[in-house]
């Protein structure tokens, strides 16, 4: 069967945003930071002015009209990232501040669940956010954490991962696309080898979310977790998606308001799912935004996206690679849009401040992933990572400025 092919028109899409349209130091903006933070669209950009200028109130506890309309706007926003993420049940998506603050739930939740001897597994891949949270778990439970290795290429070891699994592992923690070189990780796999001993899979879904579309019930993921300002939503919330029998089991993680079915000073009994992890008020207006840049994606729609994305990942590659002794780091047949890289022995911030001159946005650092830099034996890369708004134009001057940027500190 032949495959529909989606017209796109990047030269549109990029009207949707006002942000690209500025200058950085005199030249127009090129924006290359997308795994840091998207880009937001004029739609939610109106959705966040709407609500603030039009129904801006507390939810879930007023009778009055304003209150009544937040509430069916955020719990319309909930239903809106069910349906993206294929929940069984709206009440298994819990709106959070991001993606650390829904490990983190996770994490401290796990406290009363494990024993000292315990196994919990990992990945060399993670960002500090998939990592800290369970070592500080560790730390109060003692149970024991293990390391899925990587290789050269930036992919798992699988094999190993095989080795570590045992009846003693009781949760595993991997991201479906590493943040600092893009390798996306086989987590059909790495779930159902930890279903086969028992074990339950988080996966964190930052990185993966701006480029696929993930489907939880058929992944069979435990929990999935990701936030809005990867996806060209607002900062400061996100989701924990949790299968209802795992959320029933975790305990809450804050007490407060809202999160309460009955409170006396003897005892206090909790509310159902999902309010029992939502304490206090909410990002109201980062929910119904969320729920705007998803409609907003897919309408756009994620295949297409990944697609052009994919285009724009070929072609910097080619183009990077031209320049001498530039390496890329993470070279696996399977990435998003993402390119980690040093030239020669340059520092990557002294080419990123010269960059910048130029107004193109990278990150340069260790980009909250130390383990993977230590691998490496390098202090950090320089990070290009694209979205769907970007463009080959922009990769060509991306290009021009490393050049330039090469010959001043060489
Ligand atoms: N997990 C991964 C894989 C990430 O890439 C990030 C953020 C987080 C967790 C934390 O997300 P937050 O929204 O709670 O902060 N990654 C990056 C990055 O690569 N550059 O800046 C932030």
Redesign the pocket.
Known sequence: MQKEIVMFDVHKIREDFPILQREVNGKPLVYFDN??TSQTPQVVIDAIVNYYSTYNANIHRGVHTLSQEATDAYEIARQKVQAHFNAQHAHEIILTA???HSINIVASGFTSLLSSGDEIIVSALE?H??IVPWQMLCERTGAVLKVIPMDEEGTLVLDTYEALLSEKTKLVFV?HVS?ALGTINPIETIITQAHAVGAAVLI?G??SCPHIKPDVQALDADFYVA?A?KLCGPTGV?VLYGKEEWLHKLPPYQGGGEMIDQVTFEKTTYAGLPHKFEAGTPNICGGIAFGAALDYMNAIGFESIAAYEHELLTYATQQLLQIEGLKIYGTSAHKTAVISFNIDNIHPYDVGTIVDKLGIAV?TGH??AQPIMDFYKIPGTIRASFSFYNTKEEIDALVTALQKAKMMLS
């Open positions: 795994a840091a991001g993606t650390t960002h956010s998939n991201n943040n964190d930052a990185q936030s300002h996100g990150r980009h909250c």
